[in-house]
């Protein structure tokens, strides 16, 4: 990775999916949903993934926080312990990668339970992963809330999902 300034660098990324074969025959035909992708992300910057239907975003972004595994590839990112290669990861040092880095998905319909309040869909993972204790998840929360502007967060937190604005 080499300069400072660069936090995500993607390289050759790939992902093939095996059509056909079955449980004793391995299949030699594959549908390349994402092939050689590249991207450098730089301190400070936003990236978009756009694109047409079917071109590989969701494949894309499932490879980015491992919830799949790359065919082929690189994905490096700056962290405190120096440059990691995600797409390496394996075991214990995975479960803490995917402790740090969630997937949030775009319909809010199909990401989001209707009947949980703000507060419980975002302190979920922190519950799950057993992060903090009520009052520090609670603070957390309304920490969170407000950078994202939702102000006052007090009168967000026990608001569902669908009581609030899409814009």
Known sequence: MGHPDILVNIQNLSKLFPVGGGIFRRSDVFVHAVSGFNLQIKRGES????GESGCGKSTTGK????LLNPTEG??????????IDIASLRGKK????RRNVQMIFQDP???MNPR????????????????GTITEREER????????????AA?????YTHRISGG
């Open 47 to 50: 990236v978009g993934l756009v």
């Open 63 to 66: 490879l980015l926080t491992r």
């Open 74 to 83: 690189k994905i490096e990112i700056a962290s405190k312990q120096g440059v």
């Open 94 to 97: 995975l479960k803490t990668f």
């Open 109 to 111: 319909y199909e990401s």
């Open 116 to 131: 949980l309040t703000i507060y419980d869909t975002v302190a979920e993972p922190l519950n799950v992963q057993g992060i």
């Open 141 to 152: 929360i309304t920490e969170l809330l407000e950078k994202v502007g939702l102000t006052p």
């Open 155 to 159: 009168s967000f937190l026990f608001r």
